[in-house]
Antibody, heavy 120, light 109 residues
C-alpha cells in the first residue's frame, strides 16, 4: 500500500527556521516525483515545487522560488520542505503528494498534511 | 502561465441531482494533462480524474470527466451525500509547470 506520512503540526515564531518531512512507503521512492502543495486557511491549493528523489532534480514554482527549499534523502525515503526564516504568511497546511503519469503530472497519493502556524 | 478558472464558485444541489463543474484554461492544456481532485473538510485532496477523462482507482463511475484544449468538465451523474465537497482542477504545462483552479464548492441545497 502506497503511503505518504508527514511530520506533525508545528508552531513557530516569525524568523525561526523549520523543516517538515514526508516519508514514502509501499513503492519505489526513487522512481516517482514528490510535490509539495500549500493550502492557506480557507483557501485553495497552490503548487510549491517537486523533487525527483532518484537524483534530487528539483523544480520550483516561481511563486515559491527562493522562499523555500525542497530536498530528499533517498536512503530513508523521505522528502523535506524547509524555511530559513518563517513569516506569519507561511501559516498554512502543507501537503506532500506523489506525482504519476508517463509525463508525471497528476498527484495520485497524498500525505495527511502538516499544519504550520507562525505567530509571535 | 496557464490560469485555470473554475465555475461556478459554489454549486447548490440536492442528493440525486446531476452536477456539472467547469474548468477553463487560459491556454490550451497539452495532451489533456488535466486532473480533478475532491477535498472534504479536514482531509487531504483525493484524485478523481486524470488525463481529463480517466477515473482514478476506486472512484465510482458516477464521476466522469470530459473536455480538451481549454474547456474541461467534471460531471457527477447522481449526487450522493458524500459528494458534497470542494473540487479542484489541475493542469501540467511547460511553465510554471503545475497550476490548480481556485475550486468549486459543491453544497447541499
Amino acid at each position: 500500500e502506497v503511503q505518504l506520512v508527514q511530520s506533525g503540526a508545528e508552531v513557530k515564531k516569525p524568523g525561526e527556521s523549520l523543516k517538515i518531512s514526508c516519508k514514502g512507503s509501499g513503492y519505489s521512492f526513487t522512481s516517482y516525483w514528490i510535490g509539495w502543495v500549500r493550502q492557506m486557511p480557507g483557501k485553495g491549493l497552490e503548487w510549491m515545487g517537486i523533487i525527483y528523489p532518484g537524483d534530487s532534480d528539483t523544480r520550483y514554482s516561481p511563486s515559491f522560488q527562493g522562499q523555500v527549499t525542497i530536498s530528499a534523502d533517498k536512503s530513508i525515503s523521505t522528502a523535506y520542505l524547509q524555511w530559513s526564516s518563517l513569516k506569519a504568511s507561511d501559516t498554512a497546511m502543507y501537503y506532500c503528494a506523489r506525482l504519476n503519469g508517463v509525463v508525471p503530472y497528476y498527484f495520485d497519493y497524498w500525505g495527511q498534511g502538516t499544519l504550520v502556524t507562525v505567530s509571535s | 502561465e496557464i490560469v485555470l478558472t473554475q465555475s461556478p464558485g459554489t454549486l447548490s444541489l440536492s442528493p440525486g441531482e446531476r452536477a456539472t463543474l467547469s474548468c477553463r484554461a487560459s491556454q490550451s492544456v497539452s495532451s489533456s494533462y488535466l486532473a480533478w481532485y475532491q477535498q472534504k473538510p479536514g482531509q487531504a485532496p483525493r484524485l478523481l480524474i486524470y488525463g481529463a477523462s480517466s477515473r482514478a482507482t476506486g472512484i465510482p463511475d458516477r464521476f466522469s470527466g470530459s473536455g480538451s484544449g481549454t474547456d474541461f468538465t467534471l460531471t457527477i451523474s447522481r449526487l450522493e451525500p458524500e459528494d458534497f465537497a470542494v473540487y479542484y482542477c489541475q493542469q501540467y504545462g511547460s511553465s510554471p509547470g503545475i497550476t490548480f483552479g481556485q475550486g468549486t464548492r459543491l453544497e447541499i441545497k
